[in-house]
C-alpha cells in the first residue's frame, strides 16, 4: 500500500536536491505534491517529469505573502495540506569575522525566518485537514557547531521544532526536524569541492557521504502516519558523524 495515499504535502526548495529527491518519493508514495523554489524553470521542469500529482509554485520561503499564495494554491488544487517539508535552505561558509550583518541576517532569513513563517502558514489548512506532520530541515549543525550563521540557523531550527510541536500539539499536528550529515547534492558537491569532500568521507563513521534518497526515506516515515507518536523530536541521518 502507497504511504501516502490521501496526503497533500509542501516541500520547499524541491527544484534540486534533497527537496527534489523528496518529491519524488512522496509522488511514488501517493502524495499530491506541491513543490516550490526560487528556481522556477527547474522547478517546472522537475514537477512536470513528475506528473500530475505534482504542481511548481515559485516561492520565495522568505515571503510571508508567497506563502499565502502556496498554501491557496495547494488547497484550490488538492485540497487541505496534511504534509509540510521546510527543506529550502542556503549555505555561507565564512569566519565569523569576515561575516558582514548583511550576510548574516540573509542567512537567518532564509534558514531560520522561513521555518517559522511555514509553520505559522500552514497550521489552519493542516487543522482543516484534521491533523498534520510538519518536518523542518536542520543539519548535523544543529547538533554540533560548523560555520557561523549556518549552525546558528540549524541550532535554531532544532529549538523552534520543540517549541512549535508542544504549540502545535493539541491540533494534532506533529513537528520534527531532521539532521543529515553529509548528502551529495549540488550544496555540497560541486567539481572544485569533489575532491575536499572524498577526504572528508575518510572522517565519516559509514566511509562515504549519503545520496538525497537515503534522507528521503527518513523525511517519508515523518510524513506519513508511521510516526503518529513522533513529536518534537529530531531524527539524525549523518553515516555516525555525530556518535564519534
Ligand atoms: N547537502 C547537505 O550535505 C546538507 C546537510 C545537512 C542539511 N542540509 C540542508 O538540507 C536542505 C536542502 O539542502 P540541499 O543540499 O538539497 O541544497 P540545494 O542547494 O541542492 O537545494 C536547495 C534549494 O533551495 C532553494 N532555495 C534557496 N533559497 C531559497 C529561498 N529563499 N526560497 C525558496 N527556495 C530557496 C534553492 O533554489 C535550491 O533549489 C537545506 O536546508 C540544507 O541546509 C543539507
Redesign the pocket.
Known amino acids: 500500500m502507497s504511504r501516502l495515499s490521501g496526503k497533500v504535502a509542501i516541500i ?10 523528496h518529491a519524488k518519493l512522496f509522488v511514488e508514495q501517493g502524495a499530491k505534491v506541491i513543490l ?4 522556477e524553470e ?2 517546472h521542469a522537475f514537477a512536470t517529469e513528475l506528473g500530475e500529482n505534482a504542481i511548481f509554485v515559485k ?5 510571508e505573502e ?1 506563502w499565502a499564495t502556496v498554501i491557496a494554491t495547494a488547497e484550490e488544487k488538492f485540497g487541505p495540506v496534511n504534509v509540510l517539508v ?6 555561507m561558509a565564512k569566519n565569523m569575522l569576515d561575516m558582514t550583518l548583511e550576510e548574516y541576517r540573509r542567512i537567518v ?3 531560520q525566518v ?1 521555518v517559522f513563517l511555514g509553520m505559522k502558514a500552514v497550521a489552519a489548512s493542516m487543522m482543516k485537514a484534521g491533523s498534520g506532520s510538519i518536518v523542518n ?6 547538533l554540533v557547531a560548523g560555520a557561523v550563521g ?1 549552525t546558528d540557523t ?1 541550532f535554531a ?1 532544532r529549538g523552534m521544532t520543540k517549541a512549535a510541536a508542544i504549540n502545535l500539539a493539541p491540533m494534532g499536528i506533529r513537528v520534527n526536524s ?12 560541486q567539481e572544485d569541492t569533489k575532491a575536499a569532500v572524498e577526504e572528508f568521507s575518510k572522517h565519516i563513521p559509514l566511509k562515504r ?2 545520496q ?1 534518497e537515503e ?1 528521503s526515506n527518513m523525511v517519508l516515515f515523518l510524513a506519513s502516519d508511521e510516526s503518529s507518536y513522533s513529536t518534537g523530536s529530531e531524527f539524525i541521518i ?1 553515516g555516525g558523524l555525530t556518535a564519534q
Open positions: 520547499t526548495g524541491a527544484a534540486q536536491g534533497m527537496g527534489a529527491a516550490t523554489d526560487l528556481n527547474k522547478g516561492q520565495n520561503v522568505t515571503s508567497d521546510n527543506n529550502a535552505g542556503i549555505t532569513d532564509i534558514n522561513s530541515i536542520s543539519s548535523m549543525n544543529g549556518y540549524k531550527v531532521v539532521h543529515p550529515g553529509v548528502i551529495a547534492t549540488p550544496m555540497v558537491v557521504v549519503a538525497p534522507v549523518d
